[in-house]
């Protein structure tokens, strides 16, 4: 396991002494754990949006995908 350092200000570190039986690395951990899926969640939505775009494009086109993949096939 990695360590990492953290500045807060000096106000929540007092607040944060008075509450000693809470796990602060674990509340940290966690933390991190939601925004990185927050994030991957982000990333996979943006990559559904740009393929409907460019899905709606190919339907817009006049080409026949289906019969120029055919016919390369045939060729080989």
């Not at 602060?24 to 943006?46: F, M, N, T």
Request: zero cysteines.
């Amino acid at each position: 396991m990695r360590v990492i350092s953290l500045r807060v200000e000096d106000k929540l570190k007092k607040e944060m002494e008075r509450m000693k039986w809470v796990n602060w690395s674990e509340v940290l951990r966690e933390s991190l754990r939601r925004k990185i899926e927050e994030e991957k969640r982000k990333r996979i939505g943006y990559a559904v949006k740009m393929h409907m775009e460019i899905l709606s494009k190919v339907r817009k086109s006049k080409i026949d995908s289906v019969s120029i993949i055919r016919k390369f096939r045939e060729g080989r």
